[in-house]
T-cell receptor, first 112, second 113 residues
Framework: GENVEQHPSTLSVQEGDSAVIKCTYSDSASNYFPWYKQELGKRPQLIID?????GEKKDQRIAVTLNKTAKHFSLHITETQPEDSAVYFCAASQSNNNDMRFGAGTRLTVKP | KAGVTQTPRYLIKTRGQQVTLSCSPI?????VSWYQQTPGQGLQFLFEYFSETQRNKGNFPGRFSGRQFSNSRSEMNVSTLELGDSALYLC????????????FGSGTQLSVL
């Protein structure tokens, strides 16, 4: 089955700086890669996703890049703000297979 | 539109007991997935149901089981509870047959003493 590794496990940045979280996956058949944000005590929420036929996707300050050959994808957050502080999870799956596998999460802290 | 609803919010059980957790998906969503969340382990996939059929199952022992009803509501059962089963159990629903764009519930926090 799919195995997703996520790095780093914790990340601390200064407000206004950029943050990058990286994930690798093992199953070359995976074609759907979402990112979820979980604030303390709250439920995970989808913030951005990308399919394998796209190399990059942006949504305001958030972007995701995908390298299918290397089987890794990354989340980029620019101009970080304190409200970006949360745990971020990457995931991978085949879009026709509901077996979604998540990374272990990255705790991002944005210092004001 | 109501979100994904999980009940109960908290549960305290002792070893050897069994427990049933409930999940009501967003109206119109037919896929329900269950995840176990523990500190440092992230979200571990338990199983997924669509139209009352279990389509995928994660690497959990047979003590973990589930089902889905015709109204898409789902239940998860854990028998013979162990201390290591203490975790936050999250369910997520999706409108499509695929698991894209999951909407999570607030979870059930299970403590096994």
């Amino acid at each position: 089955g799919e195995n997703v590794e996520q790095h780093p496990s914790t990340l601390s940045v200064q407000e206004g700086d950029s943050a990058v979280i990286k994930c690798t996956y093992s199953d070359s058949a995976s074609n759907y890669f979402p990112w979820y944000k979980q604030e303390l005590g709250k439920r995970p929420q989808l913030i951005i996703d990308i399919r394998s036929n796209v190399g990059e996707k942006k949504d305001q300050r958030i972007a995701v890049t995908l390298n299918k050959t290397a089987k890794h994808f990354s989340l980029h957050i620019t101009e970080t703000q304190p409200e970006d502080s949360a745990v971020y999870f990457c995931a991978a799956s085949q879009s026709n297979n509901n077996d979604m596998r998540f990374g272990a999460g990255t705790r991002l802290t944005v210092k004001p | 539109k109501a979100g994904v609803t999980q009940t109960p919010r908290y549960l305290i059980k002792t070893r050897g007991q069994q427990v049933t957790l409930s999940c009501s998906p967003i109206s119109g969503h037919r896929s329900v997935s269950w995840y176990q969340q523990t500190p440092g382990q992230g979200l571990q996939f338990l199983f997924e149901y669509f139209s009352e059929t279990q389509r995928n199952k994660g690497n959990f022992p047979g003590r973990f089981s589930g089902r889905q009803f015709s109204n898409s509501r789902s239940e998860m059962n854990v028998s013979t509870l162990e201390l290591g089963d203490s975790a936050l159990y999250l369910c997520a629903s999706s409108r499509r047959a695929s698991n894209e764009k999951l909407f999570f519930g607030s979870g059930t926090q299970l403590s096994v003493l």
